[in-house]
């Protein structure tokens, strides 16, 4: 197995603004995010990384698209480092949270015509990515009517169809079925599946241990910012029955060892 | 084949504007008209702006002076009389601006009156008043004795005094346009133009921040210098068109505003030359405020936010803009360095028909010079944490 992510020793600190720590009813001014985290994904895989809110999930996740930078650690993916080239980084991936959002003013085909431009695409490729991938998910009938005339459904495929628009090697999705119905869950899961399928890479975040018991090959575990566990889905799951329950064996064996 | 990211970006930006015809309606068209509204039902009352509060009495030169207006005169405070041996000196004091009023009187004057005022049918030679109408100083003198003057008339019997015929403004029309202008238009101008900036700027970019849609672009390897060139060249361009509906809406009332003191084509005086300097200032006074009303809006969270920032600085041009009301041109030629005091000089010097194309060069060239400097400043912002991080 060829390894195109490696993560190591990845640590972050945010601090606190006064509102910030007023909401959340703490005197700390720091809170450490991600704490020293380290992990591999491999070619052709879905990798999931798992755990509670707050885990440091979506920081993770934001330092390997290079939209934060770490306080320490880095990551190199299909050998070109984070922190030393991230204009590399950046054509190699895609990235999708909900924290990243389309203008409401413009439509899906404005969109991935514009973001094909910054990935510098030539406009026949363009073409033919957008006929596919908004095909795919029936986008095509909506494709010139305005994001904010949409449904929530299809705002997110058409997020999807974006990310996607220069044909990234490694597919960085931060919870994609977040606010979605089972249906169109089931087509953004299926899609995954499907890209995984043609040798992408998959890089998933989610809270739901159901949907990565699903679609991921391995898993990362998560609290407090650490990796605690990660191997294939069968090795984590162990002896219990589901991933869940091996969650809360790996949850409450760390919350007493804090004790 | 790479496409250019300022191009891709700046079309963006334009398309998001133009296509919303709520934006372009508010941004462009709104400014102009409502100006020319207000300004139109302001009327006159804006003269008074003109006027001078300098307490120092009016210099005024009397030849043969009357018996009768000397007491009117010296019962007056604000007006002094001076002495020159001859009228000649006194209307090249006038000229020169150390005399404020040059007043000349028939020696039978005070003869005539008193037959006049007696009732018997003698005209009264009226006095030859030369002043200046385009200096304040001068022309409030000017009102000062004629206000004196057809007190007096008034007791007259019907032989009436018509002052106004025998006056002489020395001034030129081009004296007394260039100087309403130069007065009231850098101000003017350099705030239509900041108010065009502060319409775009802060949503373009504490807007995307707001919203997160700067975030999905950032995941792109598209340049950050690239990104923030095209925004500001983009934005500079719809401020500008922003900028020139007010200053229409300005031209268009100022004939109503002044009153007749002035003709209808304000722009007729300026040569070719003259525009060409104005368009070059203006356009790189805009590069300037909408690059740092951007850098200044990229630390906001929100566009919200970002109008609290800006605030002051509009404040700062227009007091810039009224330090040139008052003062009288010839700056050194190193302090139109200092952007946005240069374009305001600049400005009143074009319209006042008095500057250098030395102060233009400039001017224009530390404009851009700066403009580089916060379009780097900007670029690093777009490169740092905080356009992804920042949580209100
Ligand atoms: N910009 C920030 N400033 C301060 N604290 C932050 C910031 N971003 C994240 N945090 C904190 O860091 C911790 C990790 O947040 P993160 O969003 O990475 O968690 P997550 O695993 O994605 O959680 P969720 O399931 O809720 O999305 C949380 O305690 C969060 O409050
Ligand atoms: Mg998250």
Redesign the pocket.
Known sequence: MEKILEVTGLKKT?T?SKK?QAIEKTKTKK?I?VNGLSFTAYRGEIFGLL??????????LRILSTLIRPDEGDATLDGYSLKASPSEVRARIGFLTSENKLDEFFTPRYHFDFFSDLYGVPNDVRDRRRKDLFGRFGIDRFEEVKLANLSTGMKQKTAIAVSLANDPDVIIFD?PTNGLDVLTARTVTDFLLELRNRGKTVLL?T?IFTLAERVCDRVGI?ID?QMVKEGALSDVIGDEKTLEDAFFSLYAARKVGEE | MMKNGILTIAKKELARFFRDRRMVLTTIFLPGILIYLIYSFLGSGMSALLGDDETAPYKVYVENMPETVGMLIDSTPMLDTVTYPSKEDALLSLEEERCDLVLLFDEDFDEELAASLAGGDVRVTPPTLHYYGARARSSEAYATVMSLLSALETKLNPPLIDMSESSVDLSTEEDVQGMLYSMLLPMLLMAMLFSGCLAVAPESIAGEKERGTIATMLVTPLQRSHLALGKILSLSLIALLSGMSSTVGILLSLPKLMGDAMSTSGFSMLGVPDMLSLAAVILSSVLVIVALVSLISSFARSVKEASTYVAPLMIIVMLLGVTTMFSSGDLMTVAYVIPLYNSVNCIAGIFGGDYSFLSIAVTVLSNLAVMGLLTYALTLMFNHERMI?D?S
Request: aromatic content about 4%; proline content about 5%.
């Open positions: 945010f606190l910030q809170r995010a755990g509670p809110n707050g885990a440091g999930k979506t920081t993770t919870e975040s809270h998560i910012g | 991080t949580k």
